[in-house]
């Protein structure tokens, strides 16, 4: 197992040179998806938040909400720190964080049915992003092979949504 890298500043590890990184002071001012994104994340809150207090469903579907974190862990986990964006990283860890809250917050009240489904999404989910994790540190790809491939992940998660 080669370790050159384990030296590296994360942002060197991606292909950056030492002084690449931007300051958010620098940054160009955020697209209006990051707002739109904002605001889908956080529509359902008041909703689910009603269904946690009266302890039952009704008619809400719970099943969205693990995919939202799984996706939103891929664009901020993934593809926001490797293209050194705080705007992709903010939305979309506010989203992470949304998702999680609504996955937990709902899955007691589901049916034994959902209550599967919604492990299976979250599990195959997760082992999907630590797989596509595992073969950007060992594949040593350079800066743009690390980006598409962050890219390509969240554009996958969000088709399965």
Same mark, same amino acid.
């Given at each position: 197992?080669?370790?050159? &890298?384990?030296?590296?500043?994360p942002?060197?590890?991606?292909?950056?040179?030492?002084?690449?990184v931007?300051?958010?002071?620098?940054?160009?001012?955020?697209?209006?998806?990051?707002?739109?994104?904002t605001?889908?994340?956080?529509?359902?809150?008041?909703?689910?938040?009603?269904?946690?207090?009266?302890?039952?469903?009704g008619?809400?579907?719970?099943?969205?909400?693990?995919?939202? /974190?799984?996706?939103?862990?891929? &664009? /901020?986990?993934?593809?926001?720190?490797?293209?050194?964006?705080?705007?992709?990283?903010?939305?979309?860890?506010l989203?992470?964080?949304?998702?999680?809250?609504?996955?937990?917050?709902t899955?007691?009240?589901?049916?034994?049915?959902?209550?599967? /489904?919604? $492990?299976?999404?979250?599990?195959?989910?997760?082992a999907?992003?630590?797989?596509?994790?595992?073969?950007?540190?060992?594949?040593?790809?350079?800066?743009?092979?690390?980006r598409?491939? &962050?890219?390509?992940?969240?554009?996958? $998660?969000?088709? $399965?949504?």
């Amino acid at each position: 197992m080669e370790t050159r &890298w384990l030296h590296l500043q994360p942002h060197e590890r991606c292909g950056f040179p030492t002084g690449s990184v931007q300051s958010t002071h620098r940054t160009p001012p955020p697209h209006p998806t990051h707002t739109v994104a904002t605001l889908l994340f956080l529509a359902p809150i008041n909703k689910v938040i009603a269904v946690i207090r009266s302890g039952q469903l009704g008619d809400l579907n719970p099943l969205p909400y693990p995919f939202i /974190a799984s996706n939103c862990a891929a &664009w /901020a986990l993934g593809f926001a720190v490797v293209t050194v964006d705080p705007y992709i990283f903010f939305a979309n860890f506010l989203g992470l964080c949304t998702g999680v809250f609504y996955t937990l917050g709902t899955y007691p009240l589901a049916t034994y049915q959902m209550r599967k /489904a919604i $492990m299976v999404v979250s599990v195959v989910a997760t082992a999907y992003l630590a797989l596509v994790g595992f073969i950007g540190v060992w594949t040593d790809l350079d800066a743009g092979g690390l980006r598409t491939l &962050w890219y390509d992940v969240g554009f996958v $998660m969000m088709t $399965m949504m």
